[in-house]
């Protein structure tokens, strides 16, 4: 079965700080790959998608960047943080080849920025 | 835009009644829709699913019904228990996933 790993948990980073999320997906190949944030409103913010290696889609412009070293891991990074970067963040994956059936969660990463 | 939204923010239930979790959406050509459930801390768990050559779905405690002449679909649980306290989360396709804002279920013993 498939399984979808992110880490850290929990992350406490001050302001203009480096980061760096990491998301991985066991039990599957070629899976499309997205991260999401999620504010204190609950709402889910589509950042980032990815269909294969090294093809990234930015939905929100904005200092945050993702990349896809590898068929199954998701990287989400910035070079300096804000205080508005605090958030949920979730990493996420479906069925490739174009498909955009159901997504399947990650456990999160809690990111507070001081 | 394409949008997804809740009628309500929060839903309070006693333990053992029904609830009924309601959503619209915007995108006449929606074509797939999913509830997800999201307790505190944790990512959105996949509940149900429906097409939207569907009616109705019924899954263990869980039932989505999807009109498609006013855009609305609802998630429905059976004798809810304290376990189903959470947020819920509607998201279709017309295109790409688009979800709503979420609603929070309250389960009273």
């Known amino acids: 079965s498939q399984t979808i790993h992110q880490w850290p948990a929990t992350l406490v980073q001050p302001v203009g700080s480096p980061l760096s999320l990491e998301c991985t997906v066991e039990g599957t190949s070629n899976p499309n790959l997205y991260w999401y944030r999620q504010a204190a409103g609950r709402g889910l913010q589509l950042l980032f998608y990815?269909?294969?290696?090294?093809?990234i889609s930015s939905e929100v412009p904005q200092n945050l960047s993702a990349s896809r070293p590898q068929d199954r891991q998701f990287i989400l990074s910035s070079k300096k943080l804000l205080l508005s970067d605090s958030g949920f963040y979730l990493c996420a994956w479906n069925a490739g080849a174009g498909a955009l059936d159901t997504q399947y969660f990650g456990p999160g990463t809690r990111l507070t920025v001081l | 835009g394409e949008n997804v939204g809740l009628h309500l923010p929060t839903l309070s239930v006693q333990e053992g009644d029904n609830s009924i979790i309601n959503c619209a959406y915007s995108?006449?050509?929606?074509?797939?829709f999913i509830w997800y459930k999201q307790e505190s801390g944790k990512g959105p768990q996949f509940i149900i699913d429906?097409?939207?050559?569907?009616d109705k779905r019924q899954g263990q405690r869980v039932t989505v019904l999807l009109n498609k002449t006013v855009k609305h679909l609802s998630l429905q649980i059976a004798a809810t228990q304290p376990g189903d306290s959470a947020v819920y989360f509607c998201?279709?396709?017309?295109?790409?996933?688009?979800f709503g804002q979420g609603t929070e279920l309250s389960v009273k013993p």
């Open positions: 429906i097409r939207s050559n569907m």
């Open positions: 998201a279709s396709r017309g295109g790409k996933l688009i």
């Open positions: 990815s269909v294969g290696i090294g093809q």
């Open positions: 995108n006449s050509a929606s074509d797939y």
